[in-house]
């Protein structure tokens, strides 16, 4: 299916060889499971039953056909034998073929990426898969601050934000994952001693220094990436530990008024520390979005 504009929505899709991440629908080729988290569907395998439990399932499955044939045969007419024959042997390779699905281990299906191979991003290595574990789990802090901030952002526009800022991350390290292939060849070749003009030698290392100088800027990209979803999550979780701090303290600033005798105890509050945090959320939101929002 063709991805929709608005709104923005990313799929993470992840098995034991590649983490997949798309503007378009992914699915698992056996069990999934599949989580909905702000404006991002990730899917991953689901628990892989053994063969001996598949085995038995497929068994338990068709003793039921048969009792249901046999109950069937029973209340039809001897003419439709042939009928109950045809739906029992659709019903047990049904049966068959479930049995095998749950127990073959399930990978990656990207059913759209030939048609749409510029908003799908693989990543097969493991330094990028882990890389992108880590963003993903930057994004998740902030998803669970976003309840509370509310009163300061749009819940709605600040989860597609983070989805945004999420494939921009995931472009960055599509990158970096070419550049290492490209940085390890020449490495290779550099180590293995069959280079043997000095031409051949200085064209090597000219390429090595290219390779080097792109590998550095794609790292800062990273970096920087990093820093502001840091950044964001660390002045979210901020807001709501003092949001949390300033609600108690009012409760029993209130209470402890009550309890004085001549009422001139005023309770102690947080509030001017709210309001810085509150600043600092709104900034680190905005520079977020000046950076990588609406970009896809």
Not at 53 to 73: D, E, G, H, M, P
Not at 133 to 160: F, H, K, M
Not at 222 to 232: E, I, P
């Amino acid at each position: 299916m063709s991805p929709s504009d608005h709104p923005f929505h990313l799929w993470i899709a992840r098995d034991a060889q590649v983490t997949a991440v798309a503007l378009t629908e992914m699915r698992m080729s056996g069990r999934a499971n599949v989580r909905e988290w702000g404006s991002i569907t990730e899917v991953t395998p689901g628990k892989r039953i053994t063969g001996s439990a598949a085995s038995k399932r497929v068994t338990i499955q068709l003793i039921v056909v048969a009792i249901a044939s046999l109950y069937a045969c029973g209340l039809a007419s001897a003419a439709y034998w042939w009928l109950l024959l045809a739906v029992d042997l659709a019903l047990v390779l049904l049966a068959v073929a479930a049995g095998f699905k749950a127990a073959r281990r399930s990978t990656v299906v990207a059913p759209d990426i030939d048609l749409y191979p510029g908003i799908h991003r693989l990543l097969a290595t493991h330094e990028e898969r882990l890389s992108f574990r880590d963003l993903q789990a930057l994004a998740e802090r902030i998803g669970r601050t976003l309840p509370a901030l509310d009163s300061l952002v749009d819940p709605s526009d600040a989860a597609e934000l983070v989805a945004e800022s999420l494939w921009e991350g995931a472009a960055v390290l599509a990158r970096r994952q070419e550049i290492r292939e490209v940085r390890d060849e020449l490495g290779r070749h550099a180590s293995d001693g069959t280079v043997e003009t000095n031409r051949a030698r200085l064209d090597l290392q000219s390429q090595q220094q290219r390779a080097g100088d792109l590998w550095e800027e794609v790292n800062a990209d990273l970096a920087r990436l990093t820093s502001h979803l840091m950044a964001t999550a660390a002045a979210g979780e901020r807001f709501v530990r003092d949001q949390d701090l300033d609600d108690t303290l009012q409760r029993t600033g209130a209470a402890l008024d009550k309890l004085s005798l001549d009422g001139s105890h005023a309770g102690a509050y947080a509030g001017e520390q709210l309001a810085d945090e509150t600043t600092a959320v709104l900034t680190a939101y905005r520079e977020l979005n000046d950076l990588y929002g609406g970009k896809s």
